[in-house]
């Protein structure tokens, strides 16, 4: 099947530091690409759209100056948290959509093992 | 706007038995997708069962099967033989036109299975 990978799969970083996390689809072309965010004992957010070779759909509320959103090719999607805070601690999970997959509610995402950030 | 309702924040079972994780939801749309993921305390989602809208078959997938009912806009998923691997969060999701295709998650249950 479908196969996602993230990296890192954890990070540590100090207060004021940027943070970059990769979403890869490793066997399948992804034109499409969600970030979602997770706090601890709690659903799923999704944060925004990634689109290949066009400006990411941030959800309302999500600050588009602090999570930027790459989408620079078929197979790779980049969340950057910039000027981490505390607040910022959580898990970050993306999914692809694979690109030959039928436009309608039917088709399935895939999910990465995802990237818990911790923000000292 | 979409919603997706788990009454359930916790459950135990004893293994071996059958468990019952209920969801309902919400939506104008007469065409959605209906999803149930498991995601085990390493926090990936591991994606367990799908049912379309017009599906007239419950959907099944081993050890786990939908039940789905449309007009009470409930999507229960059934766990037989509880093994002491399935103790994690289950979610709940869907996914429709009204929302640009994009996955709505419920808040989750948290199932233990006992020995």
């Known amino acids: 099947g479908a196969v996602v990978s993230q990296h890192p799969s954890r990070v540590i970083c100090k207060s004021g530091t940027s943070v970059k996390i990769e979403c890869r689809s490793l066997d399948f072309q992804a034109t499409t690409m969600f970030w979602y965010r997770q706090f601890p004992k709690q659903s799923l957010m999704l944060m925004a759209t990634?689109?290949?070779?066009?400006?990411?759909?941030?959800e309302q509320g999500v600050e588009k100056d602090k999570f930027l959103i790459n989408h620079a090719s078929l197979t790779l999607s980049t969340l950057t948290v910039t000027s981490a805070h505390p607040e910022d601690s959580s898990f970050y999970i993306c999914?692809?959509?694979?690109?030959?997959?039928?436009?309608?509610?039917?088709?399935?995402?895939?999910f990465g093992p995802g990237t818990r950030l911790t923000v000292l | 706007a979409q919603k997706i309702t788990q009454t359930q924040p916790g459950m135990f079972v004893q293994e071996k038995e059958a468990v019952t994780l209920d969801c309902t939801y919400d939506?104008?749309?007469?065409?959605?997708?209906l999803f149930w993921y498991k995601q085990p305390s390493s926090g990936e989602m591991i994606f367990l069962i799908y049912q379309g809208s017009y599906d007239e078959q419950n959907a099944t997938e081993g050890r786990y099967s939908l039940n789905f009912q449309k007009a009470r806009k409930s999507a229960n998923l059934v766990i037989s033989a509880s093994q002491l691997g399935d103790s994690a969060m289950y979610f709940c999701a869907m996914r429709d036109r009204n929302y640009g295709q994009n996955f709505v998650f419920g808040p989750g249950t948290r199932l233990s299975v006992l020995p």
């Open positions: 939506t104008s749309d007469q065409s959605y997708g």
């Open positions: 990634s689109n290949e070779g066009s400006k990411a759909t941030y």
């Open positions: 999914s692809a959509r694979e690109d030959d997959a039928r436009m309608t509610s039917t088709d399935t995402q895939y």
